[in-house]
């Protein structure tokens, strides 16, 4: 289970790269981008097909990210996010959050043992200023003891 410090750890490591940021509105990968950008993270496009983002110069893949990158935020098809965890840890990233839904087993065993810390399991929009549903999921898993502690 992933613990207060780590996801508090990994949330002060800025600039953050978004990888599987969509370029549609009716997405998830797009709306969790714009809600982190509004609310102030200083967040980094990754999709392969775009060269912009809302603005943002958007990279094609974890290897092509500035080195001031420290951490990923994982919103890619399961089938392709080890792959992603691969290229993170051979650029030397120290920061792995891969989104609920986006998680593989394989991804897993790939960070298990390393020195990276890594966050499963958990929706970056409920621990970063939440507000509305994800402020109510939130108290919500507090109330039924299931918030990282």
């Given at each position: 289970?992933?613990?207060?410090?780590?996801?508090?750890?990994?949330?002060?490591?800025?600039?953050?790269?978004?990888?599987?940021?969509?370029r549609?509105?009716?997405?998830?990968?797009?709306?969790?981008?714009?809600?982190?950008k509004?609310?102030?993270?200083?967040?980094?496009?990754?999709?392969?097909?775009?060269d912009?983002?809302?603005?943002?110069?958007?990279?094609?893949?974890v290897?092509?990210?500035?080195?001031?990158?420290?951490?990923?935020?994982?919103?890619?098809?399961?089938?392709?996010?080890?792959?992603?965890?691969?290229?993170?840890?051979s650029?030397?990233?120290?920061?792995?959050?891969?989104?609920?839904?986006?998680?593989?087993?394989?991804?897993?065993?790939?960070?298990?043992?390393?020195?990276?810390?890594?966050?499963?399991?958990?929706?970056?929009?409920?621990?970063?200023?939440?507000h509305?549903?994800?402020?109510f999921?939130?108290n919500?898993?507090?109330?039924?003891?299931?918030?990282?502690?």
């Open positions: 289970m992933n613990s207060l410090k780590q996801i508090n750890q990994f949330l002060e490591n800025q600039p953050i790269a978004l990888v599987g940021v969509s549609n509105p009716k997405k998830f990968g797009y709306t969790a981008f714009k809600e982190l509004e609310k102030g993270m200083k967040v980094i496009p990754v999709n392969p097909e775009a912009e983002i809302m603005g943002e110069k958007s990279y094609h893949n290897t092509e990210l500035p080195q001031e990158v420290k951490g990923i935020i994982v919103m890619t098809k399961k089938d392709i996010t080890a792959s992603v965890v691969r290229e993170a840890m650029k030397g990233i120290k920061g792995i959050w891969i989104q609920q839904m986006a998680d593989s087993k394989e991804a897993i065993n790939e960070l298990k043992g390393s020195d990276i810390n890594f966050i499963t399991g958990e929706c970056i929009l409920m621990h970063y200023k939440p509305s549903i994800h402020k999921h939130k919500l898993k507090k109330l039924f003891r299931m918030y990282p502690k």
